[in-house]
């Protein structure tokens, strides 16, 4: 009698663990069997349609990553070794970090600074709800207010933009250049933690781009809050991929030869002695001593998520800065589609180029409102927070046919993807007064 209780008892436990197992298990399970191979298929196929469109300006354009954090924050470890790797493989020219200060005390000055094996990295902060680049080695004085921060940085000649613009910021400061139109850090904000890293486990490996893609979601009232400041004045728009490397569990040995752990947010979360039972585990330490990695947020896969084409005349600081302030970029989700090669304008009565993305445009240099792609997708022309004109196709025109309404327009990209319309790609608006 007692042994048939046990065996049903243990039945039950067992089948319960099977029906918890399949009920967590079961959608990333289909997402690595169905869905991803499928979305890969999709994708290589729509890279396949790439075509170089005419080139129209003398400008070249660089791919580069904004708000990136190294090991001088206090939430990161990441080094060159992982950054640079990352770069090179992504075909990213430039990294504009932003290090979380230590107290009110800058680690801008002990930034990585500089061409490092070709990719050109500039050392800044994040604090107080922005990205900042001083672009000297000036330590910033954040202990005065908010408002007094952005005033010196642009007194100073250097950057300053607003970031995680889904919380509260003086947006009304006439001292600050521009805002992330996306973040992904912004973005994953809604998920649920259990099922993202439930799906990490089963497909973070093979397919971690699809992965981290799972968590995307339009940022439609943060597109609508930079419309409605481009009313007064113009805010550049820039994607951040505020990449830490910092979601995973790493392990490496201290100096007494024990292995310490360290988990999400650079945190140790344990220290232990190598014994024969979790040897296995470990490997030989790589440049920066990892024995252990299982990782989340890569800088690779981050740097190809989404990127910012800077359309600029040299690969040097001051004139990718001078361009960013001018608004002379775009923004689109690289691991797509490669964006390089758009090209937003505006052509005056004599069908010659009167501006770019970014410029102001008087009202009678304007005819009409052009781009480029390299890839075909469902063009969106945006005035003041209204679509005012849908074109498919891998060229744009419009014009008016009643008198041209003034203020700023700009040129959303839609593509297929999983049957619906996804956004890929981001410009700066043409503002015509
Ligand atoms: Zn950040």
Redesign the pocket.
């Known amino acids: 009698m007692i042994f048939r209780i046990i065996k049903y008892l243990l039945l039950s436990i067992l089948g319960f663990i099977l029906i918890v197992f399949l009920v967590l298990f079961t959608p990333a399970i289909w997402r690595h069997w169905v869905t991803y191979p499928r979305l890969e298929k999709e994708v290589s196929a729509f890279q396949k349609l790439r075509k170089e469109p005419i080139v129209l300006t003398k400008m070249n354009t660089y791919r580069g990553v904004i ?1 990136v ?1 190294s090991y001088l924050s206090h939430d990161s470890k990441g080094t060159l070794n992982d950054i640079i790797p990352a770069a090179k493989s992504d075909g990213i020219d430039f990294i504009f970090l ?1 290090d979380h200060p230590h107290g009110n005390i800058d680690t801008i000055p002990k930034g990585y600074k500089g061409f490092y094996d070709g990719v050109l990295i500039e050392p800044g902060s ?1 604090k107080q709800g922005f990205d900042t680049w001083p672009l000297d080695s000036t330590i910033i004085d954040w202990s005065v207010d908010k408002d007094t921060i952005a005033k010196n940085i642009i007194a100073g000649g250097g950057i300053i933009f607003y ?1 995680h613009t889904e919380e509260p910021h003086n947006w009304a400061n006439p001292f600050y250049h521009g805002m992330e139109i996306y973040n992904f ?1 912004t973005d994953t904000k809604d998920e649920s933690l259990p099922p993202q890293i439930i799906n990490f486990i089963v497909n973070g490996n093979r397919y971690r781009p699809w992965a981290l893609r799972e968590m995307f979601d339009e940022q439609t009232s943060i597109l609508s809050l930079w419309d409605s400041l481009n009313l007064k004045r113009q805010i550049v728009g820039f994607s951040a991929v ?1 990449t ?1 490397e910092n979601q995973n569990i790493r392990a490496k040995y201290l100096k007494d030869g024990r292995i310490q752990w360290i988990g999400p947010n650079a945190k140790a979360i344990d220290t232990m002695e190598v014994k024969f039972w979790n040897k296995w585990l470990f490997n030989q330490p790589d440049k920066d001593g990892w024995v252990f990695k299982w990782m989340i947020d890569t800088y690779k896969d981050g740097f190809n998520y989404i990127t910012n084409y800077v359309l600029a005349d040299s690969l040097s600081v001051p004139s990718l800065a001078e361009n960013l302030k001018r608004g002379h970029l775009y923004t689109a989700f690289k691991s797509l589609g490669d964006a390089k090669g758009f090209m937003y304008y505006s052509k005056n009565q004599k069908d010659s180029l009167s501006g770019i993305m970014g410029d102001s445009v008087r009202v009678d240099q304007v005819k009409s409102l052009n781009a480029v792609s390299p890839f075909p997708g469902q063009f969106r022309l945006i005035h003041e927070g209204k679509i005012v004109n849908i074109l498919a196709g891998e060229r744009y025109q419009f014009s008016w046919a009643e008198p041209i309404e003034k203020g700023g327009y700009r040129i959303e990209i839609h593509i297929k993807l999983n049957g619906k319309l996804v956004p890929w790609l981001y410009s700066n608006p043409i503002y015509i007064y």
Do not use: G, P, V
């Open positions: 708000h954090h932003t994040e970031a850090h505020d830490h």
